[in-house]
């Protein structure tokens, strides 16, 4: 017998540095003594933890070339299929070692879906799909697709039931047709065939589009090849709901959790070295602004001084009395996020902080620096509508955060926001768990799965529009730093909220699952220890 080496293959059709939750799959395997192969697009270098580990290696994939994009929208789909079917399957079957398991993410699940299960299939391998969303939600909303022709498995199973009561119906109509129908009876048969034929010609006349067909396509490509997985994985208990409901898809919930080696509420220490750092880098909205009176007074009696903290001539730590509040948002800038959101609550919001009288510390509120970090398709269409606007307690910077000091930026601040909606409404965003992980309390979107991570009034608060979002932000930065006592409460409840670790949550949950996948049986095992002894 043949024993094969504990190899895993993972794959992301996206890039490996802005998925978090592939690379911590990478590394708990990778503790577990996998040898893990990550293919996938090379366009971010991830956390260090990730591309410095011994048994961590990237196989890095070539992307579509560009002219594809311009060739309209059903060829380029075309294209980008085939190029994509073609790189991920000759990486999968000559650029990695033999593996036990292929873990895929999906979305995207066209054509990863396909591949992976085949390249699964030639190398006797564990199948496993990772489900953080669906591939065709998101392709309705990218399309702007408003109504699907799909049949979910649990309408189908309703029909069963139906059937005997239609069967139960047409002895009914035989019992008519033995008798001389009645005016009435005839008439009602007459209206209802009009209906029906007409019904039928609407439908002939309405025009479904190619784009269409592809993305209801993409739906019954889901369901196939997610009912041929060895095992699924998803993040909510709603989508594990509907998984089965829509494609009779049994999975098991693995929440997103923060990892014990990225995510801390930085000391003051810590606060000050980083902010200290990126005030003497190019980051200048983090410098310590020269012309404010109490500002001068710090910068000349002090040598290590910032926008937010300064050492003191003991050497101690203080943070200043007249730094903003800081707010931040992670985002990758797509339309599961809507930033005029934030945008309008912040207009509201420095509308009425001019009118605010400084003279009462508790009811005074302060400047804020808006901190957007991400990259994304629809970046520079809100970095030109934030350029637009004219506001004096208001800054809005949108830089981009290394994988080292993202972390640390989280760490640093006193609120974050998230305007993550989802296509399907089943998934949860992972910015809100890294930021839970910094003990920093979220004020998030309200959808409807997620209080099952946001609590109201206990680890962050829920919106629904963007005057329900200023009222939030006025209630809490009112009278900061010293006198806000909801965001006090707020970050003291996250701080001491048990949020067991990514480390924990994927032994419990993922580890049993494949722990024994490709052992040896238990008579091999006993001979190689008889063998051992005896040598």
């Known amino acids: 017998m043949v024993i094969r080496a504990k190899n895993a293959t993972l794959v992301v059709l996206g890039d490996i540095g802005r998925s978090p939750r592939m ?12 040898r893990v192969q990550i293919v996938g697009y090379f366009d971010t270098q991830p956390h260090p ?23 309209g929208q059903i060829l380029s789909l075309i294209l980008k299929f085939l190029w994509t079917t073609i790189m991920l399957l000759s990486a999968l079957i000559f650029r990695v070692d033999w593996p ?9 699940g066209v054509p990863s879906m396909l591949v992976c299960w085949l390249s699964a299939r030639l190398k006797r391998a564990q199948f496993i799909i990772d489900w953080h969303n669906y591939t065709y939600t998101v392709l309705r909303e990218k399309y702007g697709i408003e109504e ?18 239609e069967i139960s119906l047409k002895s009914n109509q035989g019992e008519i047709r033995g ?32 784009l269409q067909r592809f993305v ?12 041929r997985a060895d095992l699924n994985l998803c993040v909510t208990h709603a989508m594990r709901q509907d998984m089965c409901y829509a494609w009779d898809i049994h999975s098991a919930t693995l929440y997103d959790r923060p990892p014990s080696w990225s995510f801390h509420k930085l000391n003051k220490e810590e606060y000050h070295q980083f902010f200290l750092n990126l005030s003497q880098s190019n980051f200048d909205d983090f410098k310590s602004f020269i012309g404010d009176p109490k500002a001068n007074e710090i910068n000349e009696s002090c040598c290590e001084v910032n926008r937010f903290s300064y050492r003191d001539a003991s050497g101690e730590i203080c943070l200043r009395n007249d730094r903003p509040f800081l707010m931040i948002s992670s985002t990758s800038w797509t339309e599961d996020e809507d930033f005029s959101l934030l945008l309008d609550a912040l207009r509201e919001y420095d509308s009425i ?11 005074c509120l302060p400047h804020i620096l808006c901190v957007i970090t991400g990259r994304g398709p629809l970046k520079s269409h809100y970095v030109s509508r934030i350029e637009y606007l ?24 006193d609120i974050g926001v998230s305007l993550h909606i989802s296509t399907s409404g089943l998934d949860l965003p992972m910015k809100v768990v890294d930021m839970f992980g910094s003990g920093l309390p979220v004020i998030a979107k309200r959808f409807p799965c997620i209080t099952e991570l946001v609590s109201d009034g206990r680890n962050g608060r829920l919106f629904d529009n963007s005057h329900e979002l200023f009222q939030i932000i006025k209630s809490l930065a009112c009278g900061f730093p010293l006198h806000c006592l909801q965001l006090n409460t707020l970050q003291n409840d996250v701080e001491n909220y048990s949020f067991i670790s990514w480390e924990e949550n994927w032994d419990a949950c993922v580890w049993p699952l494949i722990a024994n996948y490709g052992a040896p049986p238990a008579d091999e095992v006993a001979r190689r220890q008889r063998y051992c002894l005896s040598g």
């Not at 690379?23 to 996998?34: E, T, V």
């Not at 209801?216 to 009912?227: A, L, S």
């Not at 004219?390 to 601040?413: K, S």
């Open 23 to 34: 690379c911590y799959h990478a590394k708990s395997l990778a503790d577990k003594n996998y």
């Open 49 to 71: 933890q990730i591309s410095e580990h011994p048994n961590i290696r990237i196989v890095p994939l070539r992307n579509p070339p560009s002219f594809i994009n311009n060739l």
């Open 100 to 108: 036990l398991l292929i873990l895929m993410q999906n979305p995207p």
């Open 148 to 165: 699907l022709r799909v049949e979910r498995f649990i309408d189908n199973a309703s029909n069963v039931s139906r059937a005997s009561d």
């Open 179 to 210: 008798r001389r129908m009645t005016k009435v009876e005839r008439a009602v048969q007459v209206a209802a065939a009009v209906a029906h034929k007409k019904k039928k010609n609407v439908e002939k006349r309405k025009k479904i589009s190619l």
């Open 216 to 227: 209801e396509r993409v739906y019954y490509w889901e369901g196939y090849f997610g009912r």
């Open 353 to 363: 902080a001019r009118l605010s009288t400084k003279s009462n510390p508790q009811t």
């Open 390 to 413: 004219q506001m004096q307690h208001i800054e809005i910077i949108t830089p981009w955060f290394e994988a080292d000091d993202y972390p640390r930026i989280l760490g640093c601040a």
